[in-house]
């Protein structure tokens, strides 16, 4: 046995721990991770703007494609003494990590930077950082290597005005790759001077030989206009809505109905895009719902029959929230998610009191969109495929009504459609928006659905979640089963890559074999198979379906340049849609597995042992294989 002693305990200072675990302060090593040093330069930027300090920000990308400089005309980082460190403030800030004036309410009302470790991190992680500043009319600029100081402070001439200059280099040994896209830098360049309108935005391209200037003195307005612009989408009525609430915190809303069959709102905090959402969304939405069901209900418009659902209020609404507040409790520091309690309760009073004062004092218009939503919910109940589609009826009533929760494909050709029955809400909102909407459906399910081995068929229809499930079909169930009524060519089991997906799965294809075995024996059922791995391994990006997979992948390429980075998934409402699309949803490229039945015997004995009421028989499976198993997920 090796022994434990207190020299195998080590100790990191400085800034070693960024460099020995980069992920924990950029997410990653990839090109999301690169893209994050420009970030927290840049929210220091926007800090010394957003407080009234600076009204220029430049963003260089040199010509070697690898380096940037990023420039403000705010106050300056001070370059004197720090009382403490008895080191200049420019190199504590660059040097230490939770240091930096946003602690202290003096000095920054608002920030997007807030744990102090912004300009230290980058720093960590340059191959070289420079960082030049414009004072009292003189010019100081201080070196660094790898996050080492290389350089004391230097006095290097006169200066107008004042500023901040940093220029930095990822360091190769980190990064998988440091060159980066000037795409990605141009677009989240000009969403800064949409979230500060009147702030001038330079992009100087070197690599590309292009200047692009952005400055938007009507903000988050022209915001939404471009947004709506690039959907293509057509707007409900003509005025936007508009909250500006300038008191502590400051919101700034902007909402516009469309015709498009989806909801899109970009949200973000001091600037910073919360793509995860957060409380500020939530109380947002909240807020939203109340004061449209407010309006209805005063006005007597709630329409016979319908109950109108938060998704059908929402249909075809875009929208940019922006908040502004002094002490962001942000999940992580890649700050996607807001976790502020206090702005949920905010945020719903605010939007709610706003919007239905709007509503009362714009009437044409909140006609036009209280029609936009109960067409929504229409057609939900109702489903726009079917409407289109007359001879696509649900067996069981004859009528056009499927649940309101399936998001229906468009398309009139049957064998060519195909409909998902995904694990959970939020896995499924991710399917609804990555899919391709003309072939694919998304159908969400609730949680675990009901064992039906054994269970008698009056109590399978009485369960919802099968219910909803036998609806969409159409082909009806027991005696009225008809094949030819079935709506989808493929219909495709789509759960986590885990055991509590597995047993999703066990528990679906036990009801689709005992109650709709046509569908398996004509092979129109398939499993998903969502990758639980991301690797990425220099520029490239792999998917591995599980342990083993990752292992090969990892041994095919162990040659390569840089260290791979390796994500894995707990859930496929993790996934962002455009990644389910490209490795679960994308008929080109994802990996399906039809469910047949090669002996109906065996596969009946063991429907029957595994899933029956007969504890016994699993209790002999598991004890008879017991020594089998190498791994075990609990």
Not at 265 to 294: D, M
Not at 426 to 452: E, H
């Amino acid at each position: 046995m090796a022994k434990y002693t207190a020299k195998d305990i080590t100790v990191l200072e400085g800034l070693d721990p960024v460099r020995r675990r980069p992920g924990m302060y950029i997410g990653g090593v990839g090109m999301t991770g690169l893209h994050h040093l420009v970030w927290e330069i840049l929210d220091n930027a926007v800090d010394e703007a957003m407080n009234g300090f600076a009204k220029n920000i430049t963003v260089k990308l040199h010509a070697d494609g690898t380096s940037l400089t990023i420039s403000d005309d705010g106050r300056g980082i001070p370059v004197d003494k720090h009382l403490k460190s008895k080191k200049s403030a420019l190199e504590v800030i660059f040097t230490v990590l939770h240091a930096g004036g946003k602690f202290e309410h003096g000095s920054y009302k608002t920030s997007g930077g807030l744990h102090g470790v912004g300009a230290s991190v980058v720093n960590a992680l340059s191959k070289e950082l420079r960082a030049t500043v414009k004072r009292d009319g003189t010019k100081w600029e201080m070196r660094f290597k790898q996050g080492r100081l290389s350089g004391g402070l230097k006095k290097v001439g006169a200066a107008r005005g004042t500023g901040t200059t940093v220029y930095f280099q990822p360091d190769p040994k980190i990064f998988t790759r440091i060159e980066f896209d000037p795409a990605i830098i141009r677009e989240r360049l000009e969403i800064v001077s949409y979230i500060h309108h009147g702030i001038h935005v330079t992009f100087l391209n070197e690599l590309e030989g292009t200047k692009d200037v952005f400055v938007h003195e009507e903000g988050i307005s022209d915001y939404l206009a471009k947004i709506i612009q690039e959907r293509s989408a057509k707007p409900v009525h003509e005025s936007l809505f508009v909250l500006s609430r300038d008191s502590e915190p400051r919101l700034d809303l902007v909402l516009k109905w469309t015709e498009s069959t989806d909801e899109h709102v970009r949200s973000y905090v001091n600037g910073i895009p919360t793509a995860s959402g957060g409380t500020h969304e939530n109380g947002f939405r909240a807020g939203l719902g109340k004061a449209i069901r407010n309006y209805i209900e005063t006005h007597n418009l709630s329409p016979r029959g319908v109950v109108l659902t938060a998704e059908d209020i929402r249909e075809g609404l875009v929208g940019v929230l922006s908040l502004f507040i002094e002490d962001p409790q942000f999940q992580g520091q890649t700050k996607d998610r807001l976790n502020n309690p206090a702005l949920l309760s905010l945020v719903d009073s605010s939007v709610r009191q706003a919007l239905e004062h709007w509503l009362n004092h714009n009437r044409t218009i909140a006609e036009a969109i209280v029609a936009r939503i109960i067409l929504a919910a229409r057609a939900r109940e109702a489903s726009r495929a079917a409407q289109a589609e007359v001879t696509r009826k649900t067996a069981t009533s004859g009528r056009l009504n499927l649940p309101g929760k399936l998001s229906d494909c468009t398309t009139k050709n049957r064998s060519d459609s195909e409909l998902f029955i995904v694990e959970g809400d939020s896995a499924g909102g991710s399917a609804k928006q990555g899919r391709d909407r003309v072939r694919q459906a998304i159908l969400p399910l609730r949680g675990k659905v009901m064992n039906t081995e054994g269970v008698a068929l009056t109590k399978i229809i009485e369960n919802k979640e099968l219910s909803d499930l036998v609806t969409a079909l159409g082909c009806g169930l027991g005696k009225n089963f008809d094949m030819s009524r079935l709506r989808y060519g493929k219909t495709i089991i789509l759960a986590d890559a885990d055991s509590d997906g597995n047993h999703i799965a066990t528990l679906l294809l036990t009801f689709l074999y005992r109650h709709l075995p046509e569908l398996l024996t004509d092979g129109k059922v398939f499993l998903a198979q969502p990758p639980l791995y991301r690797i990425d391994i220099g520029d490239q990006t792999y998917w591995a379906l599980d342990d083993a997979h990752r292992d090969q992948i990892l041994k095919q390429h162990q040659n390569k340049r840089g260290n791979p980075e390796i994500t894995r998934f707990k859930g496929l409402g993790e996934m962002m849609p455009k990644v389910l699309w490209e490795t679960t949803l994308n008929p080109k490229t994802r990996r399906l597995l039809r469910v047949e039945i090669d002996d109906r015997i065996v596969t009946d004995r063991v429907f029957n042992e595994l899933m029956g009421r007969d504890a016994s028989a699993r209790f002999r499976f598991i004890m008879d294989r017991a020594l089998e198993v190498q791994e075990l997920d609990v």
